[in-house]
Nanobody, 122 residues
């Protein structure tokens, strides 16, 4: 019912920046939280950043001061600006959203994108 599509991944050198974007489409009445997760090779998926519907943000300690999460509510999009990237930032980045559907006001579901690969290497 809802599709999330990420874009913006790629290969960058340490210290460089990258901006990821994620757009949601489908049966959407409202979106609560919009989050970015990442999964590095051989590691568990971890939460990177959260932005609530009101704009409140939270970040994992390892990215604080370097990453910024943005949302555009009318466009149902979320972005992650990543500055001063480090090699340990190499991972598949996933966007996820908690969506309330049109016609089902009391019911929300979490949706995931397929991920976009970010590689930080010299």
């Amino acid at each position: 019912q809802v599709q999330l599509v990420e874009s913006g991944g790629g290969l960058v050198q340490p210290g460089e920046s990258l901006r990821l974007s994620c757009a949601a489409s489908g049966n959407i009445s409202s979106i609560n939280t919009m989050d970015w997760y990442r999964q590095a090779p051989g590691r568990q998926r971890e939460l990177v950043a959260i932005i609530a519907s009101g704009g409140t943000t939270e970040y994992v300690d390892s990215v604080k001061g370097r990453f910024t999460i943005f949302r555009d509510n009318p466009k149902n999009t979320v972005a992650l600006q990543m500055n001063s990237l480090k090699p340990e930032g190499t991972a598949v980045y996933y966007c996820t959203m908690v969506v309330t559907h049109i016609g089902r006001p009391g019911y929300a579901m979490r949706y995931w994108g397929r991920g976009t690969l970010v590689t930080v290497s010299s």
